[in-house]
């Protein structure tokens, strides 16, 4: 079946302007799971959403960044007014949430480069 | 604070020898343990997990060790293979939370033939 889609798999935009990233995760995964990994480094967890709620935040790097899920299946994470340290390769991965030690199956993630 | 280390960012090994990467923790609440693999342009692979009960798991040339007192767990590859080259990533989850994993930096591993 279909893995984890993460759309665009690029984007490149200049400081100032608001993105939007989305993520189709695999169907029937309840969880969702944003993650973004900069340059050098690990991924860092940004936010997760279990159904179309995000019980935890506490990832976020500041309030330009938002995250919504519809229909229990695509989310979108946006940026507002973009900044080069918010260049990274951002991924989404899902799960089937039936207990804690599931699975996360990761998409190939979007690029963000702000120039 | 960086809760899960790998210290060595890179490991070279040669074909059919042992490849062993290495992972350290600071939270003692961790109490399940991943090690992802990723190739260039894709997005992360699950390869095997331990949980805290556990000092050991093997899956066919994989095998994790979790050393709890020392914080420490560790990833055996035997015998290595050219397309284990790869950056494998360490992670951890806490009972606590939600099931968010916590990284480390990656060690990226080159097997050559």
């Known amino acids: 079946g279909a893995g984890v889609s993460q759309s665009p798999s690029n984007k490149v935009t200049e400081k100032g302007k608001d993105v939007e990233l989305r993520c189709d995760p695999i169907s029937g995964h309840t969880a969702l799971y944003w993650y973004r990994q900069s340059l050098g480094q690990g991924l860092e967890f940004l936010i997760y959403f279990q159904g179309n709620s995000a019980p935890d935040k506490s990832g976020l790097p500041s309030d330009r960044f938002s995250a919504e899920r519809t229909g229990g299946s695509v989310s979108t994470l946006t940026i507002q007014r973009t900044q080069q340290e918010d260049s990274a390769v951002y991924l989404c991965a899902s799960s089937l949430r039936q207990g804690r030690r599931d699975i996360q199956y990761f998409g190939a993630g979007t690029r963000l480069s702000v120039l | 604070d960086q809760q899960v280390k790998q210290n060595s960012p890179s490991l070279s090994v040669q074909e059919g020898r042992i490849s062993i990467l290495n992972c350290d923790y600071t939270?003692?609440?961790?109490?399940?343990f991943l090690w992802y693999k990723k190739y260039p342009a894709e997005g992360p692979t699950f390869l095997i997990s331990?949980?805290?009960?556990?000092d050991k798991n093997e899956d066919g040339r994989f095998t994790v060790f979790l050393n709890k007192s020392a914080k420490h767990l560790s990833l055996h590859i035997v015998p290595s293979q050219p397309g284990d080259s790869a950056v494998y990533f360490c992670a951890a989850s806490a009972q606590s939370n939600t099931g968010k994993l916590i990284f480390g930096q990656g060690t990226t591993l080159q097997v050559k033939p």
């Open positions: 939270n003692s609440m961790f109490d399940y």
């Open positions: 331990i949980s805290s009960i556990k």
